[in-house]
């Protein structure tokens, strides 16, 4: 395997890097300049109608899976490649409900989240967007707002010790909540969320640390791993409407096993439909 590295370009499924990623219609993402790909072989030095399955590089200088190139503004961010997941600023953007800014700030989080805990797919992507969309208000507070009082003593939050109730308050792009949650996820990431709970998240992303991003990121990647919402997802068939009977009650049941209930549904539902035209 030889590796190449990739000049700023979009493409289309058909084109997708690396080439076992699943194939449909559209433009997927872009791929910015500083990516690398591995290749079984070298790319050609100038191909003008490519066949599918090889790597070339045209006459620019831009190396490409096979075809479907469109150029793009040479100044994008350089961003690294995570496992061939392939997601843009303005997919999280209109998949959350994020400022552009703040999605662009959250952006390499996401990637590696979405590597990490293989959602990897558009519809994955796009329930995930959604729901933590809708669970930090548009990528905004990665921790709640109110106190936690009201947790005080709720032991099935594992909430047993005097204050844990506000201690270990929701935090995270999906609301990490109670003394057990932050001790499971310490045990999981190997960091002492315990005796730092604020590591999770402190107030909203305008004065979160890189630190905090990462891991308000990666906890609500956790938490969807853990509570099997892939398989769910994987249910709902993102070339028809949210809102047909098959697709609407998949997407409840990850709203469920996110909230315990259907708080926010409408909302939920509203992310999904402004994003979904970006990753079909």
């Not at 289309?12 to 300049?33: C, F, H, T």
């Not at 996401?110 to 967007?129: A, E, G």
């Not at 001790?183 to 998240?201: E, H, S, Y």
């Amino acid at each position: 395997m030889a590796q190449f590295e990739v000049k700023a370009a979009k493409l289309n499924k058909r084109s997708m890097v690396p080439p076992n990623l699943p194939y449909d219609k559209g433009i997927a993402g872009v791929v910015y300049q500083g990516y690398r790909f591995e290749a079984e072989e070298a790319p050609a030095a100038e191909v003008p109608n490519p066949a599918l399955g090889k790597w070339y590089k045209d006459s620019s200088g831009y190396y490409y899976w096979g075809g479907a190139l469109e150029l793009i503004q040479t100044d994008t961010p350089v961003l690294p490649l995570t496992a061939g997941i392939i997601l843009t600023a303005g997919q999280v953007q209109h998949g959350t409900g994020a400022s552009l800014a703040t999605a662009q700030k959250f952006l390499p989080f996401i990637i590696d989240t979405c590597s990490k805990y293989k959602i990897n797919t558009p519809v994955r992507q796009l329930c995930f967007l959604a729901q933590v969309g809708h669970e930090s208000a548009g990528l905004y507070y990665t921790e709640e707002l109110v106190s936690g009082a009201a947790y005080e003593g709720r032991k099935n939050l594992g909430n047993t010790h005097a204050g844990d109730g506000v201690r270990y308050k929701g935090r995270g792009l999906i609301q990490i909540t109670g003394r057990g949650n932050y001790q499971w996820l310490t045990n999981d990431f190997k960091v002492d969320f315990m005796n730092n709970p604020t590591w999770l998240g402190g107030k909203n992303a305008g004065v979160c640390t890189p630190g905090q991003l990462k891991y308000a990121t990666q906890s609500a990647g956790w938490y969807w791993n853990n509570h099997t919402l892939n398989a769910v997802a994987d249910e709902i068939d993102i070339g028809k409407t949210i809102d047909e009977e098959a697709n609407l009650e998949h997407f409840k049941l990850i709203t469920k096993r996110i909230n315990g209930g259907y708080n926010g549904l409408n909302d939920r539902l509203s992310r999904y439909r402004a994003g979904v035209q970006y990753f079909r």
